[in-house]
Every structure is written in C-alpha cells, then in structure tokens.
C-alpha cells in the first residue's frame, strides 16, 4: 500500500476503552475485563493493519489490560485473603471516571466555543454555508476513529473472498480516492461510508478508501458524522474549512471597503 498516515487529532487508549463501555453498555465500575480485553485487541489488529502511527500507544494500555485480566484469573494468595480484598480494576476505573470527567468538560468548552464562532463568522458563500448548516442540523455528532474503525471492519468482512481467474494489477492510491471523494462531494453534500465500501472491489481498495477518508477528516476538508452513536457514518465537507467569499463589488469594480486609492 505504500501509505502511512500521521494521526494527530485522533484519541487514544482510554478513548477507546470509554467507546466499548459505552458501545457494550458496561458499568464503568464493573469492567467484564476478559471481553473489554478482547474487543480492545481487534480494534490494535486493525489498527496495526493500517500502520497506524498511533499503534504504539495502544500497546502500552493492553498490556495494563492483559496485567488486571490476570491478576483477577489467579486465586488470591493467603495472607491477601485476610486483609482487605482490592479489585485490581480499581486503578483502572479511577482513571476512566477521572478522564471522563475532563474530556466532557473539554467538550462543553468546545460547544461554548463554537457558539461564539457563530457571532463571528468569516464571509463564505452563504447558499453553501446554509446547505451545508441543513445537512448537520445540529443533531449529527462526529464519528470517532474508532466508530471508523468499526465501520471498516465490517465492511471487510462483508467483501466477499477475492478469486483470482488471472493476473489484473489494480493501483489504488490514497490520493485517487482523495480526488474521488471530493469528487463525489462536489455531486451530493452527503455520502455514506457504507456506500463508498460498498463500490470498493477488493478489500484491498475498502482500506484504501479508509486511509483517504482519515486523511481528509485530518485536513480537515470533511467530517465523519453520525445521527445517533454507532450507527451509519455519512461524510459531509467541513463548513469551517471553505474558502472566505470575496466581499461584493460596486460599478468601478471597488470593494466594500471603500476606494482602491
């Protein structure tokens, strides 16, 4: 494939753990370890197919994982039994509950934040800007990469086992599908994911549709967007990321701003 891609507005380890969680409707005090530990190691085998830059710190996080889950599996040693009996999930849950907290107060900030865009905003073409305000409507909220991942994975193991009758070189580059995703952008304000996978004709190509799809959610030329968590993620251009419109002219060709000297 040829592609690695440099993740650096993406989330990390307790980020993922929060997503299956909530995903699994799990007590966050109550952590079923042995299977948290299992869906968080296919999420690190897709991520190392990908050759994701951001493996590394994942890795870190499972082992943390792997360490509770065994601790829990072995019976306590005997003098442990006499004294008070620790969960070795404790540490765990008080870092979950303790990042939680932060990361919903970042979000009420950058909530607050956008708001005040609002008094503020740069000129654009105001029809595209209010195609583009009807397709969010406010109550899409944004697809995580791990609600990417997810929808990758089953796309994968829909496509079906690819035969081989002969020798065809198919080259799918990350920037093509780049080209083709704005493409298709510039015909319809809204694509499904599911529907680009769909029109992929090898796995090969539903992963490279994916890398195209994080590197422009990473230039943040679009957004990844859902209706409700984890249901069907739809693509959309990025409304910040449009270029400003030129401000109206007069009869002598001058600028709002008055006279050009």
Same mark, same amino acid.
């Given at each position: 494939?040829?592609?690695?891609?440099?993740?650096?507005?993406?989330?990390?380890?307790?980020?993922?753990?929060?997503?299956?969680?909530?995903?699994?409707?799990?007590?966050?005090?109550?952590?079923?370890?042995?299977?948290?530990?299992?869906?968080?190691?296919?999420?690190?085998?897709?991520?190392?197919?990908?050759?994701?830059?951001?493996?590394?710190?994942?890795?870190?996080?499972?082992?943390?994982?792997?360490?509770?889950?065994?601790?829990?599996? *072995?019976?306590?040693?005997?003098?442990?039994?006499?004294?008070?009996?620790?969960?070795?999930?404790?540490?765990?849950?008080?870092?979950?509950?303790?990042?939680?907290?932060?990361?919903?107060?970042?979000?009420?900030?950058?909530?607050?934040?956008? =708001?005040?865009?609002?008094?503020?905003?740069?000129?654009?073409?105001?029809?595209?800007?209010?195609?583009? =305000?009807?397709?969010?409507?406010?109550?899409?909220?944004?697809?995580? *990469?791990?609600?990417?991942?997810?929808?990758?994975?089953?796309?994968?193991?829909?496509?079906?086992?690819?035969?081989?009758?002969?020798?065809?070189?198919?080259?799918?580059?990350?920037?093509?599908?780049?080209?083709?995703?704005?493409?298709?952008?510039?015909?319809?304000?809204?694509?499904?994911?599911?529907?680009?996978?769909?029109?992929?004709?090898?796995?090969?190509?539903?992963?490279?549709?994916?890398?195209?799809?994080?590197?422009?959610?990473? *230039?943040?030329?679009? =957004?990844?967007?859902?209706?409700?968590?984890?249901?069907?993620?739809?693509?959309?251009?990025?409304?910040?990321?449009?270029?400003?419109?030129?401000?109206?002219?007069?009869?002598?060709?001058?600028?709002?701003?008055?006279?050009?000297?």
């Amino acid at each position: 494939m040829g592609y690695k891609l440099k993740l650096d507005v993406f989330e990390g380890p307790l980020d993922l753990l929060l997503y299956l969680i909530k995903k699994n409707d799990i007590d966050i005090t109550d952590i079923p370890i042995t299977e948290i530990t299992r869906q968080y190691m296919e999420y690190i085998e897709m991520m190392k197919m990908l050759d994701l830059d951001i493996v590394g710190d994942f890795l870190v996080m499972a082992a943390t994982l792997m360490q509770i889950k065994s601790k829990m599996l *072995l019976p306590p040693e005997p003098a442990e039994e006499e004294a008070l009996e620790i969960d070795p999930r404790d540490e765990l849950v008080r870092r979950l509950l303790e990042y939680k907290k932060f990361k919903e107060i970042a979000e009420t900030l950058k909530a607050k934040e956008l =708001r005040r865009m609002d008094f503020f905003a740069r000129a654009v073409d105001e029809e595209a800007r209010q195609q583009l =305000r009807e397709d969010a409507k406010e109550t899409f909220i944004e697809a995580s *990469l791990f609600d990417l991942i997810t929808a990758l994975s089953k796309a994968l193991n829909k496509a079906p086992e690819e035969v081989i009758h002969e020798i065809v070189t198919d080259e799918y580059t990350v920037e093509a599908k780049i080209h083709d995703i704005l493409h298709g952008l510039l015909q319809r304000s809204v694509l499904s994911l599911a529907a680009l996978f769909q029109a992929a004709k090898s796995k090969m190509e539903i992963i490279v549709t994916f890398l195209a799809v994080l590197e422009l959610i990473r *230039l943040k030329e679009i =957004r990844a967007v859902q209706e409700r968590s984890f249901e069907d993620i739809q693509i959309m251009k990025n409304a910040e990321n449009m270029a400003p419109a030129d401000p109206p002219k007069d009869d002598q060709g001058r600028g709002e701003g008055g006279d050009n000297g």
